[in-house]
């Protein structure tokens, strides 16, 4: 065991700080399933609730390990997308290189910037940059080429708009 890991289990240590860390992860990659549910498959936000909070988000994504999700963060998110929606789609465009715009990207993409987008504008409990990081990794999970580089320079540039003084 390092001394990382040591540290971080043992009383005092970060271990819970870590876990609710590994929890909304798993809850951003969760919501961006949701709303891709949402988007492509015209599923209602009652409906798609109800099948994640009925444990349809578990610990194994793909082959990997995810974590348990706190669905309490992923509902906060898909309903704020769901509500502000249309707030959120402005902001983004506004985001992103000249020539695109929400709808000419692919839905994957579209949920990551939504969910992001969501965060960004009204989740100041959660610091701009972290919001940025864990979306970029969500888009490595789902793509291999260079979207994770176009999701992370269209949220840097909403952030910068949107959380000047924290950026």
């Known amino acids: 065991m390092t001394d ?5 289990n043992k009383p005092g240590g970060n271990a819970k700080k870590r876990g609710t860390s590994v929890a909304r992860s798993a809850s951003r990659l969760g919501a961006v399933q949701a ?3 949402m988007d492509v498959g015209g599923t209602e936000l009652s409906d798609v609730l109800a099948d994640y909070g009925t444990g349809r988000i578990g610990t194994h994504f793909d082959d990997g390990q995810c974590g348990e999700a706190d669905f309490g963060f992923l509902k906060a998110i898909v309903e704020g997308v769901f509500v502000d929606q249309l707030l959120i789609d402005r902001k983004v465009n506004g985001c992103l290189a000249e020539g695109w715009t929400l709808a ?3 839905a ?3 949920a990551i910037l939504r969910a992001a987008g969501y965060e960004l504008l009204f989740r100041d409990d959660i610091p701009p940059k972290v919001t940025i990081s864990e979306y970029v990794e969500v888009a490595k999970a ?5 979207e994770s580089g176009f999701i992370n320079a269209s949220l840097d540039a909403m952030a910068r708009k949107c959380r000047t ?3």
Do not use: H, N
């Open 4 to 8: 990382a890991a040591r540290k971080a």
């Open 35 to 37: 709303l891709y549910q």
């Open 104 to 106: 000419r990207l692919e």
């Open 108 to 110: 994957t993409s579209r």
């Open 142 to 146: 789902f793509f291999s080429g260079s």
């Open 165 to 167: 003084e924290e950026m």
